[in-house]
């Protein structure tokens, strides 16, 4: 898992870089490969994270909510009429593309620990399914 967090941290460092050190590690082809190692994105519904301009600030729609003095549907047709942050969408799927391309997770077939913490319809029902076979196991009469 770390060697996928390495591989983000090496990637924003060197977006940070400027001038000459940049172009001297330009030839660099910064790649991962793990085993097993968890999702290294969650990516919750786009209403939750979601960023839009109001004021001088890039606001949640919860935080515009809470600031509201309006009934919610009048808040709600105010939150889409404001600005998005497209920058930062951008520079996540930029990041997305170079990890599909530079990155490689090995795992098996119902291993959950890669799936988490994002894959929520693979690893609840197999934590259910593991817990369940354990308990017949340990506790044969029981029928549950």
């Known amino acids: 898992a770390l060697a996928r967090v390495a591989h983000v941290g090496a990637l924003a460092e060197f977006d940070k870089m400027r001038g000459e050190a940049k172009q001297r590690l330009e030839q660099v082809d910064i790649q991962s ?46 939150w889409a009429l404001l600005e998005r942050d497209t920058a930062n969408h951008e520079k996540l799927r930029k990041l997305e593309e170079i ?10 077939d119902k291993d959950i620990v890669p799936r988490l913490p994002g894959c929520h319809q693979f690893f609840k029902p197999a934590l259910k399914m593991a817990a369940r076979t354990a308990v017949t196991e340990f506790v044969p009469f029981w029928t549950g």
């Open 99 to 108: 990890l599909l391309e530079k990155s490689v997770n090995h795992l098996f």
């Open 33 to 78: 490969i793990t085993f097993a190692a968890p999702m290294v994105f969650f990516k919750p519904d786009i209403g939750v994270v979601e960023l839009r301009r109001s004021g001088g600030d890039f606001i949640t729609l919860d935080t515009f909510l809470m600031r509201s003095m309006q009934d919610v549907t009048a808040t709600e047709e105010a």
